[in-house]
């Protein structure tokens, strides 16, 4: 294949290209980037491409690839390299470590507050911190539904109350 029929070929592939670039990247400058890189390594392998084969087909997997490879590329560039002796991969994503006996010392704090609470208040609160829904506590309790809603939130109300002032 000549390289004016190949550039012949290409042209008509011009607009399934570029909205298949639109689909992968959803955005029009990264499309267009795409697009250009694809038609540059089309035109660089030309010589590769087997004249009795489908041309849309390989210009496509030329697209898909060229956008895996980017993506691969962009994702590994937020990776950072630790040189110590250890060698680990640190993601720059965010992390947060947590202090145990800082979360200790305030469960202790929390537990004191509710065993302080008003029974009332205090039953229905533990069920659903245990992971009771509401209309559970409120057929085991026997009270109705908003009765069950309106002690929680008073019991959260007085337990941040007391919290803030021990604080």
């Known amino acids: 294949m000549t390289v004016q029929e190949f550039s012949y070929q290409f042209g008509t592939m011009e607009h ?3 909205a298949f670039a639109m689909k992968l990247c959803s955005d029009k400058f990264d499309a267009d980037d795409l697009y250009q890189e694809t038609a540059y390594r089309a035109f660089k392998y030309r010589g590769m491409f087997k004249s009795d ?4 087909a390989w210009l496509i997997t030329i697209m898909r690839n060229t956008f895996i490879n980017h ?3 962009k994702t ?3 990776t950072l390299s630790d040189w110590t002796s250890t060698d680990f991969l640190i993601d720059s994503g965010d992390y947060i470590t947590i202090n145990d006996a800082e979360s200790k010392i305030a469960m202790e704090e929390i537990e004191k507050a509710v065993i302080k609470l008003d029974k ?3 039953v229905p609160f533990k ?3 245990v992971g009771y829904r509401y209309q559970e506590i409120a057929d085991e309790l026997e009270l109705p539904l908003g009765t069950v809603k ?3 939130f008073l019991a959260r109300k007085e337990l941040q109350t007391s919290l803030n002032a021990s604080n």
């Open 120 to 122: 009332t208040l205090s």
């Open 150 to 152: 309106s002690r929680i």
């Open 127 to 129: 069920m659903r911190s």
């Open 16 to 18: 399934v290209l570029k």
């Open 76 to 78: 590994k560039n937020r």
């Open 53 to 56: 084969t489908n041309l849309k």
């Open 71 to 73: 993506y691969r590329k």
